[in-house]
């Protein structure tokens, strides 16, 4: 029987993350992934002989600091850029362009508001003191307001957010308003206020009205790519190449990793985590265990009620897990052209023509219904990136709103159908998509995230990212620390800080915290 360090349950990237800095520690880790492919939410899987990236597609919000410390750009990862990234159709014909350049952009927003134009630096410069205001803490562990041991880091933080001076009202409009009281702050007009409004409904059940969506906005403004702040791009070959890179340096370390290989039980011993127990391949032992794997996966199927205290399993049990959001990846022969533009469309394309239209959209899931007018945000990777499809042939992503998990009536597994033929329908409103050949299609509902992808309810985040489950509040107030009431058991998935996305901070922070206190195992 081989006996390891670390046990990572779930190849998540994060997990990944986690397992390889404990390796270059000479930990010896196992990663165990109950799919066939490692990655989690992060992956490049084949489709019609292209590669898709079959869950999230595009890249901004991971960590500099962790491709630099694990070297992952040596590992083969290769950022591409979009110009322009954002772009919004209207079926009027017209259509905003949101480019790299300021100047550009302004030119583009002025076609509807000087005012806008004008306004639309300001608005960016703020975020950016923001987001540089919140980079550092994303990679701290956030404080426990009831260990007399964290005032200090309380009091520091305190007297940080007073640096910020006339910028610390904003920071609590981007915490507690909705994303479209926030932006419409700025702007006037649409559909500059739409597609912005677009960053904040990513994964959220409501829409760009409901309060806490301005949160959402900001952690999706926080990334950047080659130093780009802000900007988002894709990976060359799909995210798997991403997480196919922290794999490299996982191996390189010595570590080990089992794919379809699922955790059932994590193995407890007067208190103390000692390994876990897999439907496949039998028990593995540890000295620790680290699940990357969500709250409910992790502490409701693979630990019996009676292992935890009650209270912690009290505030487990407030985690929002609702979700609306949906994946369909096309593969198609032709180019996907759009009515009111020539030319391809490198970057991320909105289909909402209005905010109203996308808060009418939510309000039709929260009644159980798929919309009519479905809020799609999508891609053609394939543009920019030709090692993913052959000549002529292009792969879609769309991430598709609101859908919710739970059907007023019928099935998911009946709805399937008519979902992809809403996402089409959609598509051809403002492109030639009935004229391409459709080779393949993959509808991936929310049921599906949670059966393949085991992510509960269908959440995106392993849990909704609202202000009661941030900073020392995530997952539960008291165990933002990574750790649990288990000894030797800790969490590394992004039911911890900093939260949901391709940051591979949740991995990066937890892996420090089982180094401070199992220094002993390092060789
Ligand atoms: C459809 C979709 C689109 C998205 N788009 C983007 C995007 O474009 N950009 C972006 O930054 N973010 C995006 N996100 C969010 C982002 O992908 C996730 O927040 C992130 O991948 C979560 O990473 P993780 O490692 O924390 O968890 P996960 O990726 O969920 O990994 C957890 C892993 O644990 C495994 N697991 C669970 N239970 C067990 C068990 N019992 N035994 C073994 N293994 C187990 C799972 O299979 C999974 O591999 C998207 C998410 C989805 C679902």
């Known amino acids: 029987m081989t006996y390891y360090d670390a046990v990572i349950i779930g190849g998540g990237h994060n997990g990944l993350v986690c397992a390889a800095y404990l390796a270059r520690q000479r930990l010896k880790v196992l990663v165990l992934e109950q799919r066939p492919v490692l990655g989690g939410a992060c992956v490049t899987e084949e489709m019609a002989g292209c590669k898709v990236s079959r869950t999230s597609y595009v890249y901004s919000l991971f960590s500099p600091k962790v491709v630099k410390e694990l070297k992952l750009k040596d590992q083969g990862l290769e950022l591409l850029e979009r110009n322009p990234p954002s772009f919004t159709p209207l079926l009027a014909g017209r259509s905003l362009l949101l480019y790299q350049e300021m100047a550009r952009s302004q030119e583009e927003i002025a076609k509807f508001s000087k005012k806008d134009a004008q306004a639309y630096p300001q608005y960016e410069a703020i975020l950016d003191r923001i987001v540089r205001f919140i980079d550092p803490i994303l990679h701290q562990t956030p404080p426990d307001f009831n260990q007399k041991g964290d005032w200090l880091k309380l009091l520091r933080l ?61 952690h999706h403004v926080m990334g950047e790519i080659n130093g780009h702040r802000g900007r988002w791009g894709y990976v060359r070959g799909g995210l798997g190449s991403l997480a196919e890179a922290i794999l490299r340096t996982i191996l390189l370390n010595g570590g080990h990793y089992k794919t379809s290989c699922d955790v059932s039980e994590i193995l407890v011993y007067n208190n103390r985590a000692i390994g876990v127990m897999t439907k496949q391949q039998g028990a593995f032992y540890s000295k620790i265990v680290v699940s990357g794997a969500d709250l409910h996966n992790t502490f409701s199927l693979m630990l019996k009620p009676d292992q935890l205290p009650a209270d912690f399993r009290l505030a487990l049990s407030d985690i929002d897990y609702r979700s609306a959001t949906s994946k369909v990846n096309l593969v198609v022969k032709g180019e996907l052209k759009f009515n009111c533009y020539t030319g391809p469309v490198p970057g991320t394309f909105h289909l909402c023509e209005t905010s109203q239209e996308i808060e009418k959209a939510a309000d039709d899931a929260k009644y159980g219904r798929i919309s009519d007018r479905l809020i799609l945000e999508g891609c053609v990777p394939s543009v920019v990136d030709d090692t993913l499809a052959p000549l002529g042939t292009h792969v879609i992503s769309l991430l598709v709103q609101y859908t919710p998990y739970k059907l007023a009536e019928g099935s998911w597994q009946e709805k399937k159908s008519e979902l992809l033929d809403k996402v089409i329908a959609r598509l051809a409103e403002y492109t030639n998509i009935v004229d391409l050949d459709i080779l393949a299609s993959d509808v991936i509902t929310p049921v599906d995230l949670e059966n393949d992808f085991k992510l509960t309810g269908g959440n995106l985040f392993h849990g909704m990212m609202n202000l009661n489950h941030l900073f020392s509040f995530r997952p539960v107030p008291g165990f933002a620390n990574y750790r649990t009431p288990i000894e030797n058991l800790y969490l590394c998935g992004s039911g911890t800080h900093p939260g949901g996305g391709l940051t591979g901070l949740p991995g990066h922070n937890a892996a420090r915290e089982i180094l401070r206190d199992k220094k002993w195992l390092c060789k």
């Open 158 to 218: 305190g007297f940080k957010l007073l640096k910020l001076k006339k910028d610390l009202p904003v920071l609590v409009d981007l915490f507690s308003l909705s994303a479209y009281d926030f932006v419409s702050r700025y702007f006037e007009s649409e559909p500059l206020i739409s597609t912005l409004c677009t960053d904040g409904i990513i994964g959220s059940i409501g829409g760009p009205m409901s309060p806490g969506t301005a949160y959402v906005l900001l």
